[in-house]
């Protein structure tokens, strides 16, 4: 049986009087591709930001490989067991395609500029960017920016990939790059956790899928017990808009 690396646990987030997380429950396994679905305004991006904790959760408990990350304080070091690949790219503008890669390494990891470059030039290479190392964000295509945002995270030797939305932001020919680089890092193993809206990629990749609804998870089981046997009807009707199941 392969060990849990995250575990939510009554999972509660609210802005104001607004709940937008309710009672949240689910596990991660080492290697599991999960993919969280769902309409807009659902909770799933509010849900990743939890899991990083960019958001500090209301209630409930997150556990990383047993222990509770919220009772632990210690953010920083966290955030580099789980890294995350934002909608945006959020790349540093005045810094070059390799910088953006090294820096965190860098700054965090403290390993010297040499050896976070012999990694980042080897995560660039494996994305095919590594040509393009001295480019600055502005002159390269959204695909190009998401790509360049994979390795940055990749660098950093997470336990677990989150990724917000990764493809929203760009360009319908630059969808396939970029879902292409994902599906080769699920094949190597690499533990994943996806909010996305292009279902067809989450019915192929993912062993585990969670559905949530007006901030609850209403359903979750693999790729086959959401997609192609639902049960219940709200998942149903999400799916019917998307992909015949």
Do not use: W
């Amino acid at each position: 049986m392969k060990e849990n690396i995250i575990t939510i646990n009554h999972l509660m987030k609210k802005f104001g009087d607004n709940e937008v997380l309710k009672d949240i429950n689910f596990s991660v396994r080492k290697g599991d591709i999960t993919s969280i679905i769902g309409a807009s305004g659902s909770g799933k991006s509010t849900l990743l930001r939890c899991v990083n904790l960019l958001e500090n959760p209301t209630g409930g408990e997150i556990f990383y490989k047993g222990e509770n990350i919220l009772s632990k304080k210690d953010e920083s070091g966290y955030r580099t067991k789980v890294g995350m690949v934002f909608q945006n790219f959020n790349l540093f503008e005045n810094m070059n395609v390799l910088k953006n890669c090294t820096i965190g390494q860098e700054k965090v990891l403290k390993v010297s500029k040499e050896e976070a470059e012999n990694k980042a030039k080897f995560y660039l290479e494996k994305v095919g960017m590594l040509p393009y190392i001295n480019a600055k964000p502005k002159q390269l295509s959204g695909g190009q920016k998401q790509r360049v945002a994979i390795v940055r995270a990749l660098a950093m030797e997470p336990e677990v990939l989150l990724f917000d939305e990764p493809t929203s932001a760009l360009d319908p020919q630059m969808v396939g790059e970029v879902l292409s680089v994902i599906k080769a890092l699920a094949e190597e193993g690499f533990t994943m956790i996806i909010v996305t809206h292009e279902m067809q990629f989450a019915k192929d990749i993912s062993n585990h899928v969670v559905f949530m609804h007006k901030g609850i998870i209403l359903e979750e089981g693999t790729s086959d017990e959401i997609f192609v046997s639902p049960k219940c009807n709200e998942t149903k009707e999400f799916l019917s808009r998307f992909i015949s199941c």
